[in-house]
Nanobody
Framework: QVQVVESGGGLVQAGGSLRLSCAASGSTFNINDMGWYRQAPGKERELVATISSGTATNYADSVKGRFTISRDNAKNTVYLQMNSLKPEDTAVYYC????????????????WGQGTQVTVSS
């Protein structure tokens, strides 16, 4: 009922930049927090950044000062601007959208995208 689609991943050299986009569509009703997570080979999925409906943000210590999360509520879209990329940032990046639906307007659930690969070469 809710679809989440990421885009913008790719291969970039260390020190470069990428901008990820994530759009939610379908039966969304009152989208709450949105965020980005990543999973590197052999590691568990970890939080990268989140943004509330009121644009309050939270970042993992490893990306503070380098990544910026933002959102466009009119487009149901969240962005992740990644600057000064490091090889350690290489991972599959997943978008998470917390939202209710028109069928269940009081039940907020997490909806995940399929992920987009980010590879940073040294």
């Amino acid at each position: 009922q809710v679809q989440v689609v990421e885009s913008g991943g790719g291969l970039v050299q260390a020190g470069g930049s990428l901008r990820l986009s994530c759009a939610a569509s379908g039966s969304t009703f009152n989208i709450n927090d949105m965020g980005w997570y990543r999973q590197a080979p052999g590691k568990e999925r970890e939080l990268v950044a989140t943004i509330s409906s009121g644009t309050a943000t939270n970042y993992a210590d490893s990306v503070k000062g380098r990544f910026t999360i933002s959102r466009d509520n009119a487009k149901n879209t969240v962005y992740l601007q990644m600057n000064s990329l490091k090889p350690e940032d290489t991972a599959v990046y997943y978008c998470k959208v917390n939202s209710a639906t028109y069928r269940s307007p009081l039940l907020f659930l997490d909806y995940w995208g399929q992920g987009t690969q980010v590879t940073v070469s040294s």
